[in-house]
Nanobody, 115 residues
């Protein structure tokens, strides 16, 4: 069964850093876009960052300059490096991969930014 699994979340102090990973397993179909979303308490799910198959990246304003999305195709893994974390970054972070006729979601990893 194809699936995505996130890891790397946790509790971090303001100003700290975390690196999230999203690894695919099973027979994942070809995808064109790999992205990170997040959903904070009482908020709607929102796009954080995305990377296209050609390597182009896109970031929400909230993470611009602080977050970096990257991937290791050999490991079928996408990363989200987050620095200078703020309390408002607290959320469940989800990976989302999309292709021509397929879409995959992970179950999420909790990131809590608090002193």
């Amino acid at each position: 069964q194809e699936q995505l699994k996130e890891s790397g979340g946790g509790l971090v102090q303001p100003g700290g850093s975390l690196r999230l990973s999203c690894t695919a397993s099973g027979s994942i179909s070809r995808v064109n876009i790999q992205a990170w979303y997040r959903q904070g308490p009482g908020k709607q799910r929102e796009l954080v960052a995305s990377i296209y198959d050609g390597g182009t990246t896109n970031y929400a304003d909230s993470g611009l300059g602080r977050f970096t999305i990257s991937r290791d195709s050999d490991k079928n893994t996408v990363y989200l490096q987050m620095t200078d974390l703020k309390p408002e970054d607290t959320a469940v972070y989800y990976c989302h991969w999309m292709g021509q006729a397929v879409a995959y979601w992970g179950l999420g990893t909790q990131v809590t930014v608090s002193s």
